[in-house]
C-alpha cells in the first residue's frame, strides 16, 4: 500500500468519487477548483510543447513520443522519470506551481476542453499536440480503465457506462464537445491534430510528423530508438509510463492497468448492434457539418 507524503494528506482527504461540474462540463476532484483563475490567469510561454486530448485517447503514448523526440531517442529519461512529471498535468491543483519550476522549454498535457484552456495559447506560438481516437474505443477504454481510478464514479455495467458516456457524465465531459472545441485550431500552424489510428497504423510516419513539427530533425538511428521505446509492450514493461507506479490511494491496480490491449476496433467486442446503432446516430447529429472522411475511422 502507498501511503502519501505528508505534504500531500490535505490534498489527498478532499479526493472524492464526487465530480465538481463547472459550466456543465464534471471534473475529478484532483482537478483544480478554480479553473476561471487557471483560464485567465495563466501565461502560456511561445516555447512551451503542449499535449491535449480527452481521455484514453492516447494521451500516454503522445506524451512518450514527444519526451522521446525530445531526447533525441535516448531512453534513459522515459526509464527514470514517471510520465506524469515529465510532461505536468496543467489543471492539477500543483500542476501551475510545478509547470512554473520547469526551465524553458517547458512541457506540460492537458485534458481541459478548449473553453476552459489559459486563453494566453490563443494569442502564442506554443506549439500544441491534439490526439484523437475513434470515440467508440475511447468508450471502452474508459469503461475499463476509470474502475481502477479511486475518484471516478464506479460504473460496473456497461450498459450504464455507455449512456453516460453519451451524456458526456463521465470526466473531462462529452467527448463530442472536446474533439469540437479543439478543432476549431485546425489550419493554425502551431497545432497538430494527431490520431490515435494513424499511429497505429504507421507509428513510423507518426513520430516523423510530431517531430517534423517540434523542429527536431532526428538522424535514422536516432528515430528507430524512438519508435524502439514508443511501443505498446515498450510501454507496457517501462514501470515510469505504464502507471504501476500511481499510487494506491489514486488507483486499484487490482482493477486493471492503463496498457490494456492498445488495439483499434475493439469496440466491435463490446458494442451489441443497437448500441452501434445508437451511437452511431448520435454520432452523426452531434458531428453534422464536419467534413466527410476528416477521422480515420469515419
Ligand atoms: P486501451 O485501453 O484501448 O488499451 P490514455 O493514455 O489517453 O489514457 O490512453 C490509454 C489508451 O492508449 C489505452 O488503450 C492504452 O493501451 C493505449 N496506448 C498507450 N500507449 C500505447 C502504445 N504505445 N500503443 C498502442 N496503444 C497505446
Known amino acids: ?26 471534473f475529478l476532484s484532483t482537478t483544480r477548483g478554480d479553473l476561471g483563475a487557471l483560464r485567465d490567469g495563466f501565461v502560456v510561454r511561445d516555447r512551451d510543447v503542449v499535449t491535449v486530448s480527452y481521455p484514453k485517447s492516447g494521451s500516454t503514448w ?9 531526447t533525441r531517442g535516448d531512453p534513459r529519461w522515459v526509464q527514470s522519470v514517471v510520465s506524469w512529471e515529465r510532461s505536468l498535468w496543467l489543471e492539477k491543483a500543483t500542476g501551475v506551481a510545478d509547470i512554473e519550476r520547469q526551465g524553458d522549454p517547458r512541457f506540460y498535457t492537458s485534458h481541459l476542453p478548449l473553453q476552459f484552456f489559459p486563453t494566453s495559447l490563443f494569442t502564442s506560438k506554443a506549439k500544441c499536440i491534439y490526439i484523437v481516437r475513434n470515440p467508440r474505443d475511447i468508450l471502452v477504454s474508459g469503461y475499463h480503465f476509470w474502475k481502477t481510478i479511486k475518484m471516478a464514479k464506479c460504473t460496473e455495467s456497461f450498459e450504464v457506462y455507455f449512456e453516460k458516456f453519451l451524456q458526456g457524465d463521465v470526466p473531462f465531459g462529452s467527448w463530442f464537445n472536446h474533439v469540437g472545441g479543439w478543432l476549431q485550431m485546425r489550419g493554425k500552424e502551431n497545432f497538430l491534430f494527431v490520431s490515435y489510428e494513424e499511429l497505429h497504423q504507421d507509428t513510423r510516419a507518426g513520430v516523423e510528423k510530431i517531430s517534423r513539427f517540434l523542429g527536431t ?78 477521422f480515420p475511422w469515419d
Not at 247 to 265: A, E, Q, V
Request: aromatic content about 8%; overall charge negative; charged content about 25%.
Open 217 to 294: 530533425e532526428l538522424s535514422p538511428e536516432e528515430l528507430d530508438s524512438v519508435l524502439q521505446h514508443v511501443t505498446f509492450q515498450a510501454m507496457k514493461d517501462n514501470k515510469m509510463s505504464n502507471f504501476s507506479l500511481l499510487p494506491d490511494f489514486l488507483m486499484d491496480h487490482s482493477k486493471g492497468c492503463l496498457m490494456r490491449k492498445g488495439i483499434t476496433g475493439d469496440w466491435k467486442n463490446h458494442f451489441t448492434v443497437a448500441q452501434t446503432e445508437a451511437f452511431d446516430r448520435v454520432y452523426r447529429e452531434k458531428m453534422a457539418g464536419l467534413l466527410p472522411g476528416l
Open 62 to 70: 503522445i506524451l512518450e513520443i514527444v519526451s522521446l523526440v525530445r
Open 1 to 26: 500500500m502507498t501511503e502519501p507524503e505528508p505534504g500531500r494528506l490535505a490534498w489527498v482527504a478532499g479526493l472524492s468519487r464526487d465530480y465538481t461540474w463547472v459550466e456543465g462540463v464534471p
